[in-house]
């Protein structure tokens, strides 16, 4: 996994890449994770750009960069936020995509930010809902906006 490097971070951001490293690395079936603010920047990603496999054509995460997870997720979140409201069915919790080739989860974090997950087909979606609940919970009161500029300052820099 390819991330930005943590040297020089405050304790909050290195413990956000450290939970969102284990969740990349522990959790059976997980390809790839995105942290995306409010405003859908990304804040956080296990850089999935990285997983291409050229001799079969085939990739184990979106196509091109990290930015394109981010992308997806910050698509998802937008109009499922739209379409609960428009059936006043209050907050989104988290979101769903089964599709032939892979699974995409999105979860909302306190703040507005999202956790996106891309995943294999035959993942366990219960195992990675509840380790994507764990690290909203561990990261949902630490996102406050200081960490947030902190957090997209060190992805800029990295690419």
């Not at 390819?2 to 304790?11: D, N, R």
């Not at 054509?57 to 409201?85: E, W, Y």
């Not at 609940?133 to 800029?156: W, Y």
Request: proline share 4%.
């Amino acid at each position: 996994m390819t991330a930005p490097s943590t040297f020089g971070l405050s304790t909050e951001a290195r413990n956000l890449h450290w939970l969102l490293s284990n969740l990349v690395e522990e959790v059976p079936g997980v390809h790839s994770v995105t942290v995306v603010s409010s405003d859908g920047l990304m804040l956080l990603s296990s850089d999935p750009g990285h997983l291409n496999t050229p001799a079969t054509g085939r990739h184990d995460g979106p196509r091109g960069s990290s930015a394109d997870l981010a992308t997806i997720v910050s698509g998802i979140g937008s109009l499922t936020q739209g379409a609960a409201k428009l059936m006043d069915g209050g907050g989104v919790k988290q979101t769903m995509v089964a599709m032939d080739e892979g699974s995409v989860f999105v979860m909302s974090i306190s703040d507005g930010s999202l956790l996106g997950v891309h995943a294999t087909p035959d993942c366990d979606m219960s195992v990675i809902a509840y380790h994507m609940a764990l690290f909203v919970g561990r990261a949902g009161h630490v996102l406050t906006p200081e960490l947030r500029s902190e957090l997209r300052k060190s992805m800029e820099s990295t690419q």
